[in-house]
């Protein structure tokens, strides 16, 4: 099969691409390096020649909300248009466990991406997630005050991107399936422990205060809003074993 992986370069766009390939399947990466910019539609058309299926994990880092609605729906529009010029017949987007509800920040973004995908005539499967084993180095890098690194307060079950990519891939190849059971990890955790855990593992040895982001992220954040709910799959790689592999 021929799959183009929107942000086949991101947290787990690598996986992705990487698993695919070890499936034998033929893989084309849709990020600006690569030539396509997804919120412009430039260099897209040409990308999708003779492709069956597009895997969308493309992301910005933004906690405004008009910026995430921005992104995700330009990017969602661009790849659906062109997917439909292409025959591509299946798509496949990564959306996040616990976006329901929330007026505010990325996750209205991700509704909008969700909203798309569903009415499109692209054939589609939308498969939540919660945060990955690496949202932890991603909080430790972009949650700061000048020197001072934050460790925000969130209850969450994070999963292994390597794991989310694998799953993304079988439905890939098992072919449209609408909105699927959500993955999330095998353990609940505090991610300001993970922060702090990564951070110490880093060699870093400065003080990091947990502090609750403010507003209604901040709320979802600690009210367990981002936890999957008991229908769940769940993955095998803890927050431990994944943290005692990183080099
Ligand atoms: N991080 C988490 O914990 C988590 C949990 C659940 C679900 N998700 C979802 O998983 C998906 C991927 O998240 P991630 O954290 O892996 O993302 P990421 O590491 O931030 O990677 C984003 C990818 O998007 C590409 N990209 C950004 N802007 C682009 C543009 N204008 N044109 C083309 N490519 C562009 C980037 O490549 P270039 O910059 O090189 O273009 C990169 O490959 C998102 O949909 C996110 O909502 C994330």
Redesign the pocket.
């Known amino acids: 099969m021929k799959i183009a992986v929107?942000?086949?370069?991101?947290?787990?766009?690598a996986h992705v691409v990487e698993t695919a390939r070890e499936h034998g399947h033929e893989v084309v990466v849709?990020?600006?390096?690569n030539g396509?910019?997804?919120?412009s539609g430039v260099g897209l058309a040409p990308a999708l020649d003779g492709v069956d299926t597009v895997i969308?994990?493309?992301?910005?880092?933004t906690l405004r909300t008009e910026d995430a609605v921005a992104?995700f729906s330009a990017?969602t529009r661009n790849l659906r248009d062109a997917e439909a010029s292409a025959a591509v017949g299946h798509h496949v987007a990564?959306?996040?466990v616990g976006i329901d509800g929330a007026t505010e920040g990325?996750y209205v973004g991700?509704q909008a991406q969700e909203r798309l995908v569903e009415a499109s005539a692209v054939p589609w499967t939308i498969l939540r997630?919660?945060?990955?084993h690496?949202?932890a180095p991603?909080m430790f890098a972009n949650a700061k005050l000048g020197p001072l690194h934050l460790a925000p307060k969130m209850r969450t079950q994070p999963i292994a991107?390597r794991e989310?990519a694998d799953r993304l891939v079988e439905l890939a190849e098992f072919g449209p399936s609408g909105r699927v059971t959500d993955l999330a990890g095998p353990k609940e955790e505090s991610l300001s422990d993970m922060v702090k855990a990564y951070a110490r593992a880093t060699g870093y040895r400065g003080w990091i205060p947990a502090i609750p982001l403010p507003g209604e992220t901040g709320r979802r954040q600690r009210d367990g809003s981002a936890l999957p709910g008991p229908g769940a799959q769940l993955g095998h790689e803890t927050f431990a074993e994944w943290l005692a592999g990183q080099a």
């Open positions: 929107a942000g086949g370069t991101g947290r787990v766009g849709l990020t600006r390096g396509v910019d997804l919120v969308d994990v493309a992301s910005v880092t992104f990017v990564l959306s996040i990325y991700k997630a919660t945060q990955f690496e949202f991603q991107a989310v």
